[in-house]
């Protein structure tokens, strides 16, 4: 669940939130090369010491490991659906965690009409490259819970929803990416847990704080570079669809922000010149105020950051913590990143000089 900067940066490859993200902000989608991800706020802000960074980027895949078969050894609810949202794929690891489709097997056996479990159960199916072994956990979750836009956009293996799913996510009621479930239900799972190992001159507990803030982000949201796809260019009836699922995503009930720029560009698309299309664009340059705002920051914000987005919703906590940095919740009158065309969908970009 990635929070990332607004533009792409060289590191491991990354299908995953991240990417997500970027479809979002300038509608990629398959245009992004498997060496480019949207690195997280985190990653790339001062206010995190560079060998903490480090050490962080060493220790993930133990720490991941670790408590993956630490949770997986339990059988209440909150740790298993835990242990199946840390085993799932990641952006440094396209491949499922050995043992999670055996933990997600035993969660559908003792929890399976629980519509949280169901519908992690589902994202789990969804975010699979090879055959989803159990497609029909995303039939189980509609029957369930049908009142949730997302719901009907999370196809196994990350499939488009054809026009009828697309019009019962258009007339659903709300969306919700379920974000801050996700985040409290694994934070709580991770409290108090150690960092593997520490290396000399890194703070013990402020390392075991990254790395349960890092496994918190590796976990996917649902995948919306399809429905992205298949609403860039789209006519009536579906050009109607598009544009009401934009706006339920735009005011996605977790604050999530991957949501929120996944609706406004579906939205800037389809209702140029209007109103709607000005506030989407608002929208976009206001989380590129948050991230300009919170990379540049020396004090520490990330923990209360990720406290906050369980409470109030990410969009929310961002406003907060850029609150408490002395500045304001909204860019000021005027202004404008580093970067314009960060601003901007893909098609209205200047392409980059060739090397």
Not at 183 to 194: C, G, K, N, S, T
Not at 326 to 350: M, N
Request: charged share 25%; with cysteine.
């Amino acid at each position: 669940m990635k929070s990332t900067v607004p533009h792409p940066m060289p590191r491991r490859p990354n299908l995953s939130r991240a990417v997500a993200l970027a479809v979002a902000m300038f509608g990629l989608g398959s245009e992004i090369p498997l060496s480019v991800q949207a690195q997280t706020i985190e990653e790339v802000s001062v206010s995190t010491p560079a060998a903490l960074k480090q050490a962080m980027q060493d220790l993930r895949a133990d720490y991941r490991r670790q408590q993956f078969q630490r949770l997986a050894r339990n059988s209440d609810h909150d740790s298993l659906i835990a242990a199946v949202l840390i085993g799932m794929p990641t952006d440094s690891d396209r491949r499922p965690l050995g043992g999670q489709a055996e933990v997600a097997q035993r969660l559908s056996r003792a929890y399976g009409n629980d519509p949280f479990a169901l519908f992690v159960l589902t994202l789990a199916c969804q975010m699979q490259d090879e055959p989803c072994p159990h497609p029909e956990t995303y039939e189980a979750l509609l029957r369930i819970e049908p009142s949730n836009a997302v719901h009907w956009l999370m196809l196994p293996n990350g499939a488009a929803p054809n026009d009828a799913q697309l019009h019962s996510a258009a007339m659903a009621p709300n969306a919700d990416s379920r974000l801050r479930d996700i985040m409290r239900i694994v934070r709580a799972a991770l409290a108090d847990q150690p960092a593997p190992a520490a290396p000399v001159g890194v703070d013990q507990h402020e390392l075991a704080l990254l790395l349960r803030r890092d496994a918190v982000d590796q976990v996917s949201l649902p995948k919306f570079a399809a429905v992205v796809s298949m609403c860039k260019n789209a006519v009536e009836p579906r050009r109607a669809d598009c544009l009401e699922l934009g706006r339920r995503l735009e005011n996605d009930s977790s604050g999530t922000i991957l949501s929120r720029m996944v609706g406004s560009a579906i939205v800037r698309r389809l209702a140029k010149d209007t109103p709607e299309e000005a506030a989407a664009k608002e929208l976009r340059r206001e989380y590129t105020w948050f991230s300009e705002q919170l990379v540049a920051s020396k004090a520490p914000y990330a923990e209360r950051l990720e406290e906050e987005s369980v409470v109030y919703g990410e969009w929310e906590a961002w406003q907060r913590a850029v609150e408490r940095l002395g500045t304001t919740r909204t860019p000021p009158a005027g202004w404008a990143p580093k970067d314009p065309q960060t601003l901007l969908l893909s098609e209205e970009r200047t392409p980059t000089p060739a090397q």
